[in-house]
């Protein structure tokens, strides 16, 4: 079975705040990952994808990741309160299905 | 560039009843995927279309079955519902060609179906 785990939280961070989301995948075979983000009541949104070991920055925004021991982050620097919502992290292998994780939800305290 | 396009958004069935639900991807895209999110399972993937050919299948009872036009629009059926199958149908869509970043997926704002 092909998982995808993540903290589930809820995750509460105050205004300004580093969050740091956390992933871990069970298939050597994933190739990419990425991490959508997801309001209530609404479908996922892509924030970024990541298939390099290191860092990825884009904005506020950094994705880690490290193959060897099967790990992917998210970290959200100067957190706002509509950084809200639910955290997907979904890892990709060769047959292009995503495997997302349960999300982990993130409060941004004003 | 207008986004995935997901029709209807919202639909009441009984169960034993049929539904078709619609996917238009993104332009220029040929990759159509879906997806079934409930509370207890999270995000789950159903199948995967590419030039009018399911490409990829994820474990799901044959009831459901989809199908993808030559313009790449895409439907998801699903035969014989079940109350089980209450949940928010998710469509993505992607360019569908070989390089990592063009595995990336873009997703509608989904079908809410409620079985009754």
């Known amino acids: 079975q092909k998982e995808v785990e993540q903290n589930s939280g809820p995750l509460s961070v105050p205004e300004g705040a580093i969050a740091s989301l956390n992933c871990t995948y069970s298939?050597?075979?994933?190739?990419?990952f990425f991490w959508y983000r997801q309001y209530s009541g609404k479908s996922p949104e892509l924030i970024m994808f990541?298939?390099?070991?290191g860092d990825k920055e884009d904005g506020r925004f950094t994705a880690q990741l490290n193959k060897a021991s099967q790990y992917v982050s998210l970290l959200i620097r100067d957190s706002q309160p509509s950084d809200s919502a639910t955290y997907l992290c979904?890892?990709?292998?060769?047959?292009?299905?995503?495997?997302f994780g349960s999300g982990t939800q993130l409060t941004v305290l004003p | 560039k207008a986004g995935v396009t997901q029709t209807p958004r919202y639909l009441i069935k009984t169960r034993g009843q049929q539904v078709t639900l619609s996917c238009s991807p993104i332009?220029?895209?040929?990759?159509v995927s879906w997806y079934q999110q409930t509370p207890g399972q999270g995000l789950q993937f159903l199948f995967e279309?590419?030039?009018?050919?399911?490409?990829n299948k994820g474990n799901f009872p044959g009831r459901f079955s989809g199908r993808q036009f030559s313009n790449s629009r895409s439907e998801m059926n699903v035969s014989t519902l079940e109350l089980g199958d209450s949940a928010l149908y998710l469509c993505?869509?992607?360019?569908?060609?070989?390089?990592?970043?063009?595995?990336?997926?873009?997703f509608g704002p989904g079908t809410r179906l409620t079985v009754l």
């Open positions: 279309y590419f030039s009018e050919t399911q490409r």
């Open positions: 993505a869509s992607s360019s569908g060609g070989s390089g990592y970043s063009t595995d990336t997926q873009y």
């Open positions: 298939d050597r075979g994933s190739q990419s």
């Open positions: 990541i298939y390099s070991n």
């Open positions: 979904a890892a990709s292998g060769s047959a292009r299905q995503l495997t």
């Open positions: 332009s220029g895209h040929r990759s």
